[in-house]
């Protein structure tokens, strides 16, 4: 669902669509119009679970207190964002931290799970944050 809803934010613009795909036309409105961040909830689910599990598996504590702190600034930020569409600044902040951070461990371990899982969602959503910030006309003072 994550993905999802991603992708369509993504490639869910007017140059892309043609009448033929009204259905994909009308999802893409559905979540456009949408005034909750589920994409950002998803990611910050998905953050603190990572966290939660890799106590579960490995007993790691320090692996439970980051996917909880993360998790809950991820969440923090999907909630500024559903409040006020213009309030990236937290959820950018976290993904891009996690981007290098994890980026940074799945480059020396080469192991897919979970540094690069965690690497990926983080830079897809930088990538969903920043065109989020490249769309939105700038307000004049």
């Not at 949408?34 to 579960?56: F, N, R």
């Amino acid at each position: 669902m994550f993905v999802q809803l991603l992708f369509v934010q993504l490639f869910c613009n007017d140059s892309v669509l043609n009448d033929s795909d009204r259905l994909f036309h009308d999802t893409c409105a559905f979540v456009s119009n949408m005034s909750v961040d589920w994409v950002g909830y998803g990611y910050a689910t998905l953050v603190a679970s990572g966290g939660v599990i890799g106590y579960v598996k490995a007993g790691s504590v320090p692996s439970l207190a980051a996917g909880l702190l993360f998790g809950g600034l991820a969440g923090f930020g999907a909630y500024q964002i559903s409040n006020d569409p213009n309030n990236v600044w937290v959820s950018l902040a976290t993904s891009g931290a996690l981007t290098a951070l994890m980026g940074k461990r799945f480059y020396g371990s080469r192991k897919f799970m979970p540094a690069g899982l965690m690497a990926g969602a983080s830079l897809l959503m930088v990538g969903k944050l920043s065109l989020a910030l490249l769309q939105k006309p700038a307000e004049s003072s």
